[in-house]
């Protein structure tokens, strides 16, 4: 597994606005749409990489205690399913099911989303205050498949308490660590 860290878009950038398909409704989404009264957290994930799959749990522990406090989650799979089919979209159905996401799982079949927010790996995690700005990116924790530290989502958390109370999210941020998008070639 290639361990690609994500690219920290500059703190600031406005969500870039996207439409896409939501693998759990079966119908197109557009971030105007889904945004959080308080917050928008914007993952990139897919079904397969082995640290997704570490950090599932915690992804939807946080979101069944944010989302009710105003922050969405969002999560979207931009990697190339004819040279990875574990990660088509039937599939992602069935994943977000598994798992018990509270969010929608979006498809982003061109990339063109990926490439908008600066995307590397997954997980990659972008936090967005009321206002669609960029407050937060980058991991959760500093757990990883196989260093032993147990998972706690302190350093979204962190972000995502300073957004709710209307302080400054600190802006010393490590990026996330993953595999890296899965890029169709052109």
């Not at 119908?27 to 997704?52: A, Q, W």
């Not at 669609?132 to 998972?151: F, K, T, W």
Request: glycine share 6%; proline share 6%; hydrophobic share 35%.
């Amino acid at each position: 597994m290639a361990r690609t860290p994500s690219n920290m878009l500059p703190l600031g950038t406005k969500a870039p606005n996207f439409e896409l398909l939501d693998t759990v409704s079966d119908k197109k989404r557009s971030l105007d749409e889904l945004k959080g009264e308080k917050g928008t957290l914007v993952m990139f994930i897919c079904n397969h990489c082995p640290f997704v799959v570490h950090v599932n749990p915690m992804i939807v522990k946080l979101a069944q205690e944010y989302q009710e406090k105003g922050i969405a989650f969002v999560a979207i799979s931009s990697n190339d399913v004819e040279n990875y089919p574990q990660d088509a979209p039937h599939l992602m159905t069935e994943k977000a099911k598994k798992e018990g996401y509270t969010f929608p799982y979006l498809y982003d079949e061109a990339q063109e989303t990926a490439k908008a927010y600066d995307a590397a790996c997954t997980p990659d995690f972008y936090l967005f205050d009321a206002n669609l700005s960029l407050v937060y990116r980058g991991q959760l924790d500093d757990s990883r498949p196989g260093n032993g530290i147990p998972l706690t989502g302190t350093d979204l958390k962190n972000a995502m308490d300073a957004v709710l109370n209307g302080k400054a999210v600190n802006s010393e941020q490590k990026p996330s660590l993953g595999c890296n998008i899965k890029w169709i070639n052109t």
